[in-house]
Protein backbone atom coordinates (compact mmCIF):
# COMPACT_ATOMS: atom_id res chain seq x y z
CA UNK A 1 0.00 0.00 0.00
CA UNK A 2 1.50 3.30 -1.16
CA UNK A 3 0.07 6.44 0.65
CA UNK A 4 0.35 9.88 -1.30
CA UNK A 5 -0.05 12.86 0.67
CA UNK A 6 0.23 16.45 -1.36
CA UNK A 7 1.21 20.21 -0.91
CA UNK A 8 1.70 23.17 -2.52
CA UNK A 9 -1.36 24.53 -4.31
CA UNK A 10 -2.78 27.69 -3.53
CA UNK A 11 -4.14 31.05 -5.18
CA UNK A 12 -1.35 32.74 -8.00
CA UNK A 13 -2.23 35.64 -10.59
CA UNK A 14 -1.71 34.75 -14.17
CA UNK A 15 1.86 34.67 -15.06
CA UNK A 16 3.10 33.22 -11.58
CA UNK A 17 4.68 30.00 -10.32
CA UNK A 18 3.78 27.13 -7.81
CA UNK A 19 5.58 23.91 -7.24
CA UNK A 20 3.43 21.07 -5.93
CA UNK A 21 5.03 18.15 -4.19
CA UNK A 22 3.56 14.66 -3.04
CA UNK A 23 5.00 12.60 -0.66
CA UNK A 24 4.91 8.81 -0.43
CA UNK A 25 5.02 6.03 2.34
CA UNK A 26 4.37 2.91 3.17
CA UNK A 27 6.00 1.44 -0.08
CA UNK A 28 9.28 1.69 -1.80
CA UNK A 29 8.70 4.99 -3.81
CA UNK A 30 11.28 3.80 -7.10
CA UNK A 31 9.31 0.82 -7.31
CA UNK A 32 6.52 3.53 -9.24
CA UNK A 33 6.43 5.84 -12.02
CA UNK A 34 4.71 9.08 -11.26
CA UNK A 35 2.27 11.10 -12.78
CA UNK A 36 0.36 14.08 -11.98
CA UNK A 37 -3.02 14.64 -13.48
CA UNK A 38 -5.77 17.44 -13.55
CA UNK A 39 -9.03 18.06 -13.36
CA UNK A 40 -10.79 21.48 -13.91
CA UNK A 41 -14.79 21.70 -13.44
CA UNK A 42 -16.34 20.64 -16.21
CA UNK A 43 -14.00 19.00 -18.32
CA UNK A 44 -12.35 15.61 -18.02
CA UNK A 45 -9.20 14.79 -16.30
CA UNK A 46 -5.66 14.65 -18.00
CA UNK A 47 -2.29 13.63 -17.46
CA UNK A 48 -0.02 16.71 -17.51
CA UNK A 49 3.10 14.87 -16.81
CA UNK A 50 4.98 11.15 -15.96
CA UNK A 51 8.55 10.67 -14.75
CA UNK A 52 9.88 7.42 -14.70
CA UNK A 53 10.89 5.38 -11.59
CA UNK A 54 14.59 6.46 -12.09
CA UNK A 55 13.68 9.90 -13.05
CA UNK A 56 15.39 9.24 -16.48
CA UNK A 57 12.67 9.96 -18.53
CA UNK A 58 9.63 12.68 -19.11
CA UNK A 59 6.48 13.30 -20.55
CA UNK A 60 4.41 16.39 -21.27
CA UNK A 61 0.98 17.04 -22.26
CA UNK A 62 1.00 19.58 -25.05
CA UNK A 63 -0.96 22.10 -23.09
CA UNK A 64 1.97 22.76 -20.48
CA UNK A 65 4.81 22.00 -22.29
CA UNK A 66 7.71 24.08 -22.44
CA UNK A 67 6.03 25.04 -18.65
CA UNK A 68 5.63 22.57 -16.28
CA UNK A 69 8.83 20.23 -15.17
CA UNK A 70 7.79 16.89 -13.20
CA UNK A 71 11.10 15.75 -11.05
CA UNK A 72 11.91 13.45 -8.39
CA UNK A 73 13.84 12.61 -5.45
CA UNK A 74 13.59 8.82 -4.31
CA UNK A 75 16.07 9.25 -1.45
CA UNK A 76 12.81 11.62 0.31
CA UNK A 77 10.09 9.41 -1.57
CA UNK A 78 8.78 12.81 -2.94
CA UNK A 79 7.70 13.75 -6.65
CA UNK A 80 7.61 17.35 -7.57
CA UNK A 81 5.69 19.65 -10.62
CA UNK A 82 7.03 22.98 -11.08
CA UNK A 83 4.61 24.99 -13.05
CA UNK A 84 5.90 28.26 -14.05
CA UNK A 85 4.48 30.90 -16.61
CA UNK A 86 0.64 29.77 -15.22
CA UNK A 87 -2.82 30.69 -17.42
CA UNK A 88 -6.23 31.36 -15.76
CA UNK A 89 -6.68 27.76 -18.05
CA UNK A 90 -4.46 25.93 -15.40
CA UNK A 91 -6.81 25.87 -12.51
CA UNK A 92 -7.96 22.60 -11.38
CA UNK A 93 -7.33 20.51 -8.76
CA UNK A 94 -3.94 18.28 -9.35
CA UNK A 95 -3.57 14.87 -8.75
CA UNK A 96 -0.48 12.72 -7.58
CA UNK A 97 -0.41 9.56 -9.16
CA UNK A 98 1.62 6.34 -9.03
CA UNK A 99 2.00 3.26 -11.43
CA UNK A 100 3.44 -0.20 -10.46
CA UNK A 101 3.47 -1.60 -14.19
CA UNK A 102 6.23 -2.99 -15.79
CA UNK A 103 5.87 -2.07 -19.53
CA UNK A 104 7.12 0.25 -21.92
CA UNK A 105 7.12 3.76 -20.09
CA UNK A 106 4.55 5.82 -22.68
CA UNK A 107 2.34 2.86 -22.75
CA UNK A 108 -1.29 4.20 -21.92
CA UNK A 109 0.31 6.95 -19.90
CA UNK A 110 -2.26 9.27 -20.38
CA UNK A 111 -5.06 6.91 -18.78
CA UNK A 112 -5.77 7.37 -15.41
CA UNK A 113 -6.52 3.38 -15.05
CA UNK A 114 -2.96 3.30 -15.65
CA UNK A 115 -2.37 4.19 -12.10
CA UNK A 116 -2.77 2.53 -8.86
CA UNK A 117 -2.23 4.91 -6.03
CA UNK A 118 -3.55 8.42 -5.75
CA UNK A 119 -3.37 11.69 -3.64
CA UNK A 120 -6.17 13.33 -2.66
CA UNK A 121 -5.51 16.58 -4.42
CA UNK A 122 -4.97 19.79 -4.18
CA UNK A 123 -6.64 23.06 -5.78
CA UNK A 124 -4.35 25.24 -8.21
CA UNK A 125 -6.23 28.55 -9.17
CA UNK A 126 -4.72 31.08 -11.68
CA UNK A 127 -6.32 34.40 -10.82
CA UNK A 128 -6.91 36.92 -14.43
Known amino acids: QVQLVESGGGLVQAGGSLRLSCAAS????????MAWFRQAPGKERECVARISRSGSSTLYADSVMGRFTISRDNAKNTVYLQMNSLKPEDTAVYYCAADSRITYFEYQWRVAASYDYWGQGTQVTVSS
Open 26 to 33: GRTFSNYA
